[in-house]
């Protein structure tokens, strides 16, 4: 499971696969966007994003880094899923996932 805050949805569909006595097949470890992003920015030469001496990397920034708009307001799981999953191919890979952000291009 990867995504902005993976440990959030990992718990959540875990506990809903119990509920619902469904087998839960997943192993305990997530990539979250976050470290992702933070790392491709350290191995480019970036300064990522500091305030308060802890990371100021939150999603809009990520996904300005990465090239495509922001995730619309308010939250929307389907959504969140969708750009979390472009940028984490643009991090990884270097080239878009999604056709309705292939028109956005990767700004590195």
């Given at each position: ?61 990520i996904m300005k880094y990465v090239g495509i708009p922001a995730e619309p307001r308010p939250h929307n799981a ?31």
């Amino acid at each position: 499971i990867a995504g902005q805050n993976p440990s959030f949805d990992r718990d959540a569909i875990h506990k809903a696969a119990e509920r619902y006595h469904i087998n839960w097949p997943l192993a305990y470890r997530t990539i979250d966007l976050h470290t992702a992003c933070w790392f491709h920015m350290v191995k480019r030469g970036v300064a990522p994003p500091v305030a308060n001496k802890r990371s100021d990397l939150n999603s809009d920034k990520i996904m300005k880094y990465v090239g495509i708009p922001a995730e619309p307001r308010p939250h929307n799981a389907l959504n969140g899923a969708k750009v979390a999953a472009e940028a984490l191919s643009r991090l990884f890979y270097d080239k878009s996932l999604i056709d309705e952000f292939k028109r956005h291009p990767i700004p590195w």
